[in-house]
């Protein structure tokens, strides 16, 4: 299941609105940690997770992340490397407006 939930959600072509995205979790935290951060700034952020993929076959590492807002967890896919630093570094804005300038766009396209 690991591998068969990769490949789907690296070919942009192909529909993900029937992957469950508590599967894609699941799979997401296997995956190795790179930093938790958490929030006590915001109201609904509770904190964000960022998790590093290495993809065998393409050479390259692929990052993700869980937030958990409002008690419930939520995953981001295909995170550049860049705005994981700009969200863990910036030091202006709370960590819900970072959050929603920086991952917010990369939530997974799943149910």
Not at 31 to 48: A, R
């Amino acid at each position: 299941m690991k591998h068969l939930l990769l490949i789907l959600l690296f070919f942009p072509l192909i529909s993900f609105g029937q992957i469950k995205c508590n599967d894609i979790i699941d799979t997401v935290k296997t995956f190795k940690v790179i930093h938790t951060d958490y929030t006590n700034d915001s109201s609904w952020l509770q904190g964000v997770t960022f998790y590093e993929y290495y993809d065998n076959q393409e050479l390259k590492k692929l990052f993700f992340a869980i937030a958990k807002m409002n008690s419930k967890e939520y995953v981001f896919c295909n995170i550049s490397l860049h705005n994981q630093f700009k969200y863990l570094n910036a030091f202006n804005g709370t960590s819900g407006e970072r959050f929603h300038k920086y991952i917010f766009n990369y939530k997974c396209d799943c149910e």
